[in-house]
Structures are given as C-alpha cells and as structure tokens.
C-alpha cells in the first residue's frame, strides 16, 4: 500500500485504527520525495528532522486519544507563508537566508490540529506569476507531464498533491494563484472569501487581494483542511469575526434547489475547445445531480486583468519596500553608501517579474498619475463588485472554466508577459471582488492533461461549494490515476542536468 497516495480522510482511518503509524507515513512521503523531486522540483526546503519529531509526537497523541483534526497527516507549505525556525523565501532571493522568528496563524493552526511540516513548496517569486517560471530556486514542474507547466503562483503546492509529495498542501491565491495550479495538476483547490482565513504572517503581494487557502486531493480534503485553518484572528485587521460553520456537513447535501450561473462572458473567445467541452460537461453532471442552470452575465469581465494589474502591483510596490537589506535577507556588503546599499540589495535580491510589477506600481501611485490608473482601477473594481452581486442574485454559485487552456509548455510564454497576464483573466475577478472560489477537476485533454472547472460563490459561501464540488466528483468519478514515471530511473538529460537548490533542514 502506498500510504502516500491517500487521501487525509483515508490516511486519518488507517491512522486511528493502528493500521499505520505517523512516523511510516512520513518516512513514505519522504521516500516519494527522493523518487522524483528531480523530476517535480515542488520543494524549496525539506524538514525532515522537524517532520519526523512532529510525526512521532503525533503518534504519541492519537495513543493518548488526544490526537487533531489533522495529527499525523504529512502537509507542504507554499513557501510565503511563516514557519519558525525553518527559513521562508517567498521564492526569492532576496530573503535566502531568512528564517522567521514565528509562525503564520495557519501554520500554528496546522501544528495545534496535529500536522506533519514536511516542507515549504516552490512558488513564483512574491506569489508574482502564473507558471511557477519565476522561482528562484527552480521551476516545479507538472507531474502529469514535466515539460509543462504546474501553475502558479501556488504551483509547487499543487504539483506535490498531485505527485504524492505531500498528502495536502496550504497556498495563497492573489489572482487565482490556488485555483489555476490545482486546475493544471488536477487537483483540489479552494480560495476562501477574503477575511475568512487569517493573513497573518502571510509575505504580502498585494494586500487588498491576498488569501491563504487548501490543495488536496479530493473534496473531502478540502473542507477538513477548512475546518482547520478558518477563523478570526485579531492579529489580522482584515480578518473577518464570523462564525465558522463545520465545512464537512455541506458535503452530504445533494444539489437540488440549487441555482447555478452560467457567466457568458466565462466561455467567449480564447477558450480552448477541448476545455470548453470539458466544463460544460461538468456542468451537465451538475444538472445531473439535480442543480438547475441559468445564464448570467458579468460584464465587466473583460476590465478585470487591466484593473488588478494597476491595483496589485500598486500594493506590491508599497509592500515590498521592506525588503531593503537593511533588518533582514539579502544585503549587498561592498556598497560604499547607505542608498547605494538599498539599491544594490533590491537590484541583486529580486528577479525580473518582480521588478517589473514594483515599477509599474510605483508609476501607478506616483504624483499626477494616481486619478489615472490606481483610482480608476479601483472604479472598475466596484463594477466587477456589483456584477457578482447582480448574478448572485439569480443563482447560487457560478460554474466556469478555470483558465482559458491547459498547462503550455514550460518556457512558451516566458517572453511574452501580457499573454501571460491573460491566462488568469477568469480567475482575477474573484479576487477583485473578494469572492470564494474553488477549482475542481472535470476532464482531461486529448494530451492527458488536466482540467478544472471553476465555482464561485456569493462571500462567506464557501458551504455552497464544498456541496457543489463534493456532488461533481461524485457524479464525474475522475480518478486521477497518471502515467507515473516520476520513479523511473531513466530521464531525460536536461531534468538529469536541471540544478535545483532544496536546502535540507
């Protein structure tokens, strides 16, 4: 049996009845690890001594009958999130060396349920991409073919769920940096409604748009790890003092008298055929299990990538103005002065896309310029705000694709960064309005890669899609079974030649 193939829900049985133990587990997930993150590359760092305690002070706990929501379940974490004692480099270089003093409230979460931290997951650089092309350290790859894409931001996250790696995985999702990665690796993954999972010790992209949520495996995965990480926290001035309902109750509901919204604007031009066909087929299964569908229209859609390219990159210029060299990570040594020092740190520590964004963001808020962009920007956003609430009117969730193709090819757009920007045109406005949202696999392509449809819902519905996802799984019965060479021993020379840099710790 490979244990670490399961499911946490599946794991949990083996788990509770003594059939398996916490410490085997992760020894498994471990030896996965060595089969392939040469070929994957999902991990930044490794924790295997930390794990293994964890693991065994797990094992110690479901003895006692003491044990979490989560205790003994091997996780990953994306690596802009804070874990104490274990360095977090947002995927840049510029915090290398960093290892932060405590950690995130998702993280302590994660601990107080049981978790083992197995290590912290590949991302772009500052959460800044749609490919995972940006890391610093690598670039992960997709497990169901490793000359394509996993996504990003979150796509380390998502390509060890999907490659065994980890058994689940927390992201953050900025502009669907949680949603198009689980698509791309068909996987589970949901954005919470902002304010519903605390940001605190999350490394800020862009403030307003942020939110920490799960990768898994299948649904029911996805609602424990919800149980787990929601819920106010006063350390976060944004989170929301809500109650949080137990997520695992919404998936033994059916989905009659359901309303689902059909955005038109969601299958226009630009739309993969075979994708297309893919979601409407999930939308038909969602008929199936008994939700009726409706046409809606979101009509400012269209405005949504322009809009969060003014509004995130804006806040990503005020928020990492931190990073001078000054308190912590990177710091030029031979500058002969003080601005030469900042200027040099920040030349040397951060990699293109980001440098490019902090530009456009300081031109954005810069004097003369602000009415321009960032305020009008902030105009468009307030119609995509009152477009969702308009649809939500007439429906209960909507049902989309995720992203207008499949994974491309690693490298196919790294010259051209508005085709890039693009691809995350469905996903976006979610953020902008500040709605939940989940991907859920529906189908594959004719080359075997996979495909999510998206749903998202009116704020603090994240029940709403759990039923929904829950019953299209059930109903679509994808098993996500792929063509495993990642243990293989023959590869190809440029993964054999392809240097990572995994610190272990």
């Known amino acids: 049996m490979n244990v670490d193939a399961l499911t946490i829900h599946e794991l949990q049985n083996l788990l509770s009845k003594g059939e398996v133990s916490s410490v085997e587990t992760t020894e498994a997930v471990y030896k996965r690890i060595e089969q392939c993150e040469e070929k994957v590359g999902s991990y930044i760092t490794l924790c295997r001594e930390q794990a293994l305690e964890q693991a065994k002070a797990a094992d110690k706990r479901i003895q006692d009958g003491n044990d979490g929501a989560l205790c003994g379940v091997p996780v990953s974490i994306k690596d802009v999130m804070c874990t104490k004692g274990i360095r977090t480099t947002a995927g840049s270089r510029i915090l290398e060396p960093f290892v932060p003093p405590y950690d995130a409230t998702v993280v302590e979460k994660l601990k107080t349920a049981g978790a083992v931290i197995i290590g912290k997951a590949g991302m772009d650089e500052f959460a800044m991409g749609s490919s995972n092309e940006n890391c610093a350290y690598g670039i992960p790859?997709?497990?169901?073919?490793?000359?394509?894409?996993?996504g990003g931001s979150s796509g380390g996250s998502a390509a060890g769920?999907?490659?065994?790696?980890?058994?689940a995985s927390l992201g953050s999702d900025t502009g669907g940096s949680i949603r198009q990665p689980a698509s791309f690796c068909g996987v589970v993954g949901l954005k919470p409604t902002y304010g519903r999972v605390s940001r605190f010790g999350l490394i800020a992209y862009a403030s307003s748009l942020d939110q920490i949520g799960p990768l898994t495996k299948d649904v029911h995965d996805c609602a424990l790890m919800m149980n787990v990480i929601a819920g106010y926290d006063r350390k976060d001035s944004t989170s929301v003092n809500r109650e949080t309902p137990d997520y695992l109750n919404a998936l033994s509901k059916g989905l009659k008298g359901m309303t689902v919204g059909i955005p038109e604007e969601y299958f226009g031009e630009g739309l993969d055929p075979e994708v297309d066909k893919a979601v409407k087929n999930g939308i038909a299964a969602l008929r199936e299990a008994g939700a009726l569908t409706v046409p809606v229209s979101l009509p400012h859609t269209d405005y949504g990538v322009a809009a969060y390219y003014i509004i995130a990159p804006a806040e990503a210029s005020s928020n990492l103005a931190r990073f001078d060299g000054v308190r912590y990570g990177l710091r030029d040594m031979d500058a002969a002065s003080l601005v030469e020092m900042y200027s040099q740190s920040r030349s040397q520590g951060f990699g293109p896309e980001v440098k490019r964004r902090i530009i456009i963001g300081t031109y954005a808020l810069s004097s003369g310029y602000y009415d321009a962009y960032y305020k009008k920007a902030s105009q468009v956003?307030?119609?995509i705000v009152d477009d969702f609430k308009k649809a939500f009117e007439h429906c209960d969730i909507l049902a989309s694709p995720v992203t207008p193709t499949t994974a491309w090819r690693i490298g196919e757009k790294a010259d051209d960064p508005l085709s890039m920007y693009l691809s995350d045109v469905l996903t976006i406005p979610t953020n902008l309005a500040g709605l939940p949202g989940i991907s859920v696999p529906c189908g594959f392509s004719s080359a075997g890669l996979p495909?999510?449809?998206?749903?998202?819902?009116?704020?603090?519905?994240?029940?709403?899609?759990?039923?929904?996802?829950w019953n299209l799984?059930?109903?679509?019965?994808?098993?996500?079974?792929?063509?495993?060479?990642?243990?293989?021993?023959?590869?190809?020379?440029?993964?054999k030649s392809r240097k990572r840099r995994i610190r272990l710790q």
């Open 161 to 167: 769920v999907a490659a065994d790696e980890c058994i």
């Open 381 to 383: 956003r307030t119609l």
């Open 451 to 469: 495909i999510g449809l998206q749903m998202q819902a009116a704020h603090f519905n994240e029940e709403k899609l759990l039923q929904a996802a």
């Open 141 to 150: 790859r997709n497990p169901w073919n490793t000359d394509h894409i996993c």
């Open 473 to 495: 799984e059930q109903e679509l019965n994808i098993k996500s079974v792929k063509n495993d060479n990642l243990a293989d021993s023959e590869w190809n020379e440029t993964s």
